[in-house]
């Protein structure tokens, strides 16, 4: 089917991104400021002690109601050179939190120089580098953590999703196992390891795990998606739509999941029905005008007329005035030819003129009006257009079959050979071989 490498190059990219929150070091969360305040100088080989003094700035910090600026403010006001460790993590802390990641990165280096066995300064460091997706600088240093501090489903999950985006899969999905074994319902780990599977071409075993997770939360939207994965992989293409129908409902698609539907519609020859996911990509406003383009030339070979004209309405009332010059001239040329296919000639005429006026070598414009004034038996019209649309290359093929169509009506048999065999010289076609040598038995 034509569609099918689409697919499945689209597939290797549909996987949706994860942001992790800093719940370990939330300061608007009561656990955590009890368990922070509270683990200083507890484990001295692990965490290091704070001074009376730093406990003084840490309850002028709790005070502000560990408001991010305050805090900040308070903090870098209070460390100097012989601060402990725990200073320049606090501050670390809340600059990850207030978004600035880059001294938060640099501050918790800090804390580690300080303090070499910091593993909580580890594990939050190299959440910094995934809020920055550094992935590659984020895993050794949650591997450090992992050392120190033992394992958890947290730090083996970060490091699975680590693996995963460096595209090192099998050890991806090691960690998401044990991350698994810690917190078998977490839905992010469970992900990590679907996404892992897939990736390494395990769609069976993707099948038989991913049936347990829908059981148990049919209303997780990413599960049906990733079982739609699995599908397409084994190119299940019913299944898959059947399941991108599903993720609809629980309003859980976008504007890519959309557009693979009307594809896997496409190229089950069921147009008319890819018609409505194509709208609704379009509707999310997230398409590029190009792209939204690509798919209307994909429904002008396939849609009804009708149709089609309601899909392209619904991309200049989406578009407007955005379109570049060139998109904008694509647009007049498929309405003009869904025009003609309407028996709207004077429409039709319109648009063309109005497209050849602002881009006299539009190859596609050109080939519009052959067709047209082929139908109306106006030849040396038709022949005219075909001989400017072959002096554009992307559509100079298509101009040179459609001349040799007018040739042969006319009986210029060695005309019409000369210009098959310029197509063919270009793209071989096996078509225009056998035609070639129709011609030349007809003319010996």
């Not at 398409?287 to 002008?300: C, G, H, Q, T």
């Not at 040799?404 to 005309?415: A, M, N």
């Amino acid at each position: 089917m034509k569609y099918i490498s689409l697919l499945l190059i689209v597939i290797t990219q549909f996987v949706y991104s994860q942001s992790y929150p800093l719940s370990d070091n939330n300061w608007e969360n009561p656990d955590f400021v009890d368990r922070f305040m509270g683990s200083y100088g507890v484990d001295t080989e692990k965490s290091p002690s704070l001074s009376r003094d730093e406990a003084d700035v840490f309850r002028r910090v709790a005070d502000v109601g560990y408001k991010t600026s305050s805090a900040i403010e308070i903090l870098r006001n209070a460390i100097d050179s012989d601060s402990s460790a725990a200073m320049n993590f606090a501050l670390a802390n809340f600059l990850l939190q207030s978004g600035d990641v880059t001294n938060a990165i640099e501050s918790f280096t800090t804390a580690i120089k300080k303090f070499p066995n910091f593993g909580r300064a580890y594990k939050n460091i190299g959440l910094a580098y995934i809020q920055s997706r550094d992935y590659k600088k984020a895993l050794p240093n949650l591997t450090k953590s992992l050392e120190i501090l033992g394992g958890d489903g947290g730090l083996f999950g970060l490091i699975g999703y680590c693996h995963l985006n460096n595209e090192n899969y099998g050890p991806a999905l090691d960690a998401y196992k044990l991350a698994l074994v810690f917190e078998p319902n977490s839905r992010d780990w469970r992900l990590g390891q679907l996404k892992a599977l897939q990736n390494l071409g395990k769609y069976s075993e993707v099948e038989n795990i991913i049936y347990n997770y829908i059981e148990e939360e049919p209303n997780e939207p990413e599960f049906w998606l990733q079982q739609a994965n699995a599908f397409i992989a084994q190119k299940e293409y019913l299944d898959a739509a059947a399941n991108f129908e599903v993720v609809k409902m629980l309003g859980g698609a976008d504007s890519d999941m959309y557009t693979l539907l009307g594809d896997i519609y496409v190229n089950l020859d069921a147009p008319i029905l890819a018609l409505e996911p194509y709208t609704r990509a379009l509707s999310t406003g997230e398409v590029e005008p190009e792209d939204a383009l690509k798919l209307a030339k994909i429904l002008s070979r396939r849609l009804p007329a009708n149709e089609l004209g309601i899909f392209l309405t619904k991309i200049s009332e989406t578009y407007d005035d955005t379109l570049s010059q060139e998109s904008s001239l694509t647009l007049l040329t498929l309405k003009a030819a869904n025009a003609l296919s309407m028996n709207d000639k004077e429409r039709a005429m319109k648009l063309l003129s109005e497209v050849v006026s602002k881009d006299p070598l539009n190859g596609s414009a050109l080939l519009t009006l052959g067709s047209y004034y082929i139908q109306e038996n106006e030849l040396e019209k038709a022949l005219d257009y075909y001989d400017r649309a072959s002096k554009v290359e992307a559509v100079k093929v298509d101009a040179l079959l459609g001349a040799t169509r007018i040739l042969v009506k006319r009986g210029k048999y060695l005309l019409a050979i000369n210009r098959l065999k310029e197509a063919q010289s270009i793209k071989e076609q096996y078509f225009v071989a056998e035609y070639i040598s129709t011609l030349e038995k007809f003319v010996n």
